[in-house]
């Protein structure tokens, strides 16, 4: 600590490793009540070779406190080597000379890092992660390089990047350095394009350049170096220090606080500037259409200014007294505080020249001169838009005052004849455009427009019609009459070729006169105009074709052509429609437009009338026909009033009406009908019914008791009563009750068949002889009741005789409850011979087999035999008669 008067030492200390140190100073002496001492000092610091000051102020007594007794005081060192102040660790992360090292994933590091080859980051993000504040840092240096590549370098704590000597850190699209400083020192580049940097700056000895899209967001931003280029980007920061021999600034977004520009020449283009103090000192100092805003005047101590198409929203300051300032188009609040400066005001002139038509005149030569002596100042040719600014000075401002010089005449000539000029006169105080006129044509067309107008495009021929036109001009922005021109009429048609000549008049309108060809038939005309004059050597234009329907001379009658001649068998009282065409009797037979047709109603004797459109077609309204049988004649005449011609006939339309036909009377064959509809529904109706009985009766079934035929599913007997069993029957031969659905008796060893297949073989048609039934139709073969023999025969015993053979064998019944099933009961099997008369047991082994009653075919004769049963004389009749049998 030094006293700030005589700088002699009063105290000294170290700091520690937080950078602190503390002294104890005297800071005043009192005497009688009052101080005798100025107890202010310089704080004076410095390691490794770095310096650095900051004056301490204390406040006397009595005004000081327990506060004021504690005063502080930051001294800011030059930029340390980091090794100075950060130890190594067995985590560094070191690139030696020559080598290099890619990170394309996330990577925390534990450590420094130092570069002196090259380390790459692409698509990631470097962490540095730290336990205390600028516990580690990133240095490069060498030639070492710090590549970003759409990556990020960050730390979750406080740390620095340091670049030395000839190290270059570049920073592509899409990164980020998200530090606390960024030191670049000696001849170390910093690069970036589309980049963010967030960090304090100091860059000092190299070449900075930012560019596409970058920004930069610190509180202290120091730039430093032989050049520096600053574009397209935003600077966020409360202090911008830049000092270079040359700085560029362009499209350049800069909010600040403070923002000092030290340079010798300084270009700022495109660039908006918000700051609230803004200092330059510089040698030449360039701002061109760029808009700056400041809280403060702008203190501009600049040897030339020059601003051209800006904008201030504040005064322009100097504290120079040679300063020039060029104002070309610029908004200044007055008045200058610019001492002994001289400030020339310059407004820019745009002349647009043009020529009667409004296209803009390319390569007129324009002259500007002081309106007072005719001297010349600026002169310039227009471009294709008939455009040329100049940059006229408007007045000059001084320390005695402003002096106006803004009024100048221009003059504009014809770039075909130099005589031909336009003059014009402008007060310039601010900037204009100067319209400058010519009043006859200066450009030719592009193109030639023509039309053409026929009264009546359908011409007798032999007559004589008129064709009228204009021809315009187009120029690229206008269209113009042509007032001069040669005219072609042409007229042809498939054989021949006739054309005609004219020219325009003042007014681009032409006309001819043109015989009609002499032969009809279709004839095509179109007028070709070409350019004289000025215009001469522009493309000639031609007119759209129209087409000439030319009909043959003098029509002298009209003819009708009727839809119909003659309509035949057409009901007396209908309604009648007449159409047809008109035309003229010429070899075309041209339609006869909007002329009048007349048709005379034979009925009640009137005329009627109608007028048929433009393609001679006519139709009259629909109207009531004869109402009477018989033959009726319409006559049709028409007329065109314009040519006063008619037909020269009627034309007739004959209808032959024949009485309507009765109705026929309503026949009564509907009853009958009906009843024959009525029959057939009753029949389907009870033909369902009856299939629906029938199909709903399912399996039919013998009741065992008194063999009565019943559904499979009845659970009773409608007959006698009996309940049935439940799955059980009994067998025919033994008794016993079985399984219905045995198919051997387990007590008798008797082999059973179903009733059904019983009946299928009843079905196969074939007699018990094997005789093929005759067509006479099926007879039932039956033996007396009485007859023990036969009984015994077929059965084995004479009980239950009658039913054997009046009904089903006793032996196929059954007794089931509640579902029936068939009884099943083993009969032998007898063997009929009819030739012989013997009826025999059959059956393998003696096994005997279900008895049944079967239909056989009946024989067509009637045949009476003898036939003896064990020894017993039966007569056995077979014949048609069931009641004979």
């Not at 322009?316 to 104002?327: A, G, N, P």
Request: hydrophobic share 40%; charged share 20%; proline share 6%.
């Amino acid at each position: 600590i030094r006293h700030f008067i005589n700088g002699s030492v009063v105290g000294v200390a170290t700091g520690g490793t937080d950078g602190r140190a503390s002294v104890e100073v005297l800071s005043d002496v009192l005497s009688d009540g009052e101080s005798h001492f100025i107890g202010n000092y310089i704080v004076w610091a410095s390691f490794s070779g770095k310096v650095g000051t900051e004056p301490l102020l204390l406040t006397p007594y009595p005004i000081m406190d327990a506060t004021s007794n504690n005063p502080r005081a930051t001294v800011v060192l030059p930029p340390v080597e980091p090794g100075s102040l950060i130890d190594p660790t067995p985590g560094d992360m070191e690139i030696f000379n020559g080598e290099s090292m890619t990170l394309v994933a996330d990577y925390v590091q534990d450590g420094n890092i130092v570069v002196r080859g090259t380390l790459t980051v692409s698509g990631s993000v470097l962490s540095v992660l730290q336990d205390r504040d600028h516990h580690f840092y990133v240095l490069v240096e060498g030639n070492g390089k710090l590549i970003l590549s759409g990556a990020t370098i960050t730390s979750d704590r406080p740390i620095n990047v340091y670049l030395y000597d000839d190290a270059t850190l570049e920073l592509g699209p899409g990164s980020s350095l998200s530090v606390n400083a960024l030191v670049a020192e000696d001849g170390a580049t910093v690069i970036g394009h589309g980049a963010e940097i967030e960090a304090r700056l100091l860059l000092r000895g190299g070449q900075v350049s930012l560019d596409s899209g970058f920004t930069l967001d610190g509180d202290i931003l120091v730039i430093e170096g032989p050049i520096v280029r600053l574009g397209g980007g935003s600077i966020f920061a409360d202090e911008l220090h830049v000092d270079s021999p040359a700085v560029s600034i362009e499209d350049l977004d800069i909010n600040v606080g403070e923002m000092y520009l030290v340079a010798s020449f300084v270009n700022v283009t495109g660039s908006t500037i918000t700051v609230q103090r803004m200092t330059v000192d510089a040698t030449i100092l360039t701002i061109t259409e760029s808009r700056v805003s400041a809280s403060e005047p702008l203190n501009l101590a600049v040897a030339t200014l020059y601003m051209d198409s800006s904008s201030s929203d504040v005064p322009i300051r100097s504290d120079r007294t040679d300063s020039k300032v060029y104002l070309y188009d610029a908004a200044v609040p007055r008045p200058f505080v610019l001492g002994n400066a001289t400030v020339m005001v310059y407004w820019y002139l745009n002349v647009l020249v043009q020529d009667v038509l409004a296209n803009p005149v390319a390569d007129s030569e324009v002259e500007v001169s002081f309106t007072s002596n005719g001297t010349k100042v600026a002169s310039g040719v227009t471009n294709d838009d008939g455009q040329v600014r100049f940059p006229l000075l408007g007045s000059i401002v001084g320390p005695d005052g402003e002096y106006f010089l803004g009024n100048y005449m221009v003059m504009a000539s014809s770039p075909k004849d130099p005589s031909l000029t336009v003059v014009r006169y402008v007060n310039l105080d601010r900037a204009k455009t100067l319209l400058v006129g010519f009043d006859v044509p200066m450009v030719p067309p592009t193109s030639i427009s023509v039309e053409i107008f026929i009264a009546n495009t359908t011409i007798v021929a032999g007559t004589e019609f008129t064709v009228t036109g204009t021809a315009t001009a187009i120029f690229p922005t206008v269209r113009s009459t042509l007032s001069m021109g040669d005219v072609e009429i042409q007229m042809w048609t498939n054989g021949s070729t006739w054309s005609n000549t004219t020219v325009l008049s003042e007014n681009g309108t032409f006309s001819f006169d043109i015989p009609a060809p002499m032969e009809d038939g279709v004839y095509y005309i179109k007028a070709v105009v070409t350019p004289t004059g000025d215009y001469a050597g522009v493309p000639s234009g031609a007119s759209r074709h129209l087409t000439l329907d030319v009909i043959a001379p003098g029509p002298t009658s009209l003819f009708i052509l009727l839809q119909t001649n003659k309509i035949v068998d057409f009901p007396a009282g209908s309604t009648l429609v007449i159409k047809g065409w008109v035309k003229y009797n010429t070899a075309q037979g041209a339609p006869a437009a909007n002329v009048r047709v007349f048709v005379e109603d034979p009925v009640n004797t009137q005329i009627y009338q109608t007028q048929a459109d433009g393609l001679g077609v006519f139709e009259f309204p629909p109207r009531v026909g004869p109402s009477f049988y018989g033959q009726y004649d319409y006559f049709v005449t028409a007329k065109d009033e314009d040519l006063g011609i008619e037909t020269s006939e009627s034309f007739k339309l004959t209808i032959v009406a024949i009485e309507p036909p009765k109705e026929e009377e309503e026949s009564n064959d509907y009853l009958l009908y009906s009843i024959i509809i009525i029959v057939i529904v009753v029949v389907a109706i009870a033909g369902t019914l009856g299939y629906w009985a029938f199909s709903s009766k399912g399996r039919m079934v013998e009741c065992g008791e008194c063999g009565t035929l019943v559904p499979e599913s009845a659970t009773e007997c409608p007959r006698c009563g009996i309940e049935f069993e439940i799955e059980v029957a009994k067998c025919s031969v033994c008794e016993s009750w079985i399984k219905s659905d045995a198919t051997e008796c387990p007590y008798c060893n008797t082999t059973f068949s179903d009733l059904e297949e019983i009946d299928e073989e009843g079905k196969d048609g074939e007699s018990p002889d094997g005789k093929e039934p005759s067509a006479g139709g099926d007879v039932i073969a039956e033996v007396p009741e009485t007859d023990g023999a036969l009984a015994e025969a077929f059965n084995g015993s004479e009980e239950g005789s009658e039913v054997a053979i009046k009904q089903v064998p006793e032996g196929l019944k059954k007794e089931v409850r509640p579902r029936p099933v068939v009884q099943k009961r083993a009969i032998k099997e007898v063997t009929t011979d009819v030739e012989n008369g013997n009826l025999t047991n059959g059956g393998e082994n003696g096994t005997p087999k279900p008895r049944v009653v079967k239909k056989i075919p009946a024989h067509s004769v009637e045949i009476e035999e003898e036939i003896v049963l064990d020894e017993k004389e039966v007569d056995l009749y077979v014949g048609e008669d069931k009641e004979e049998s």
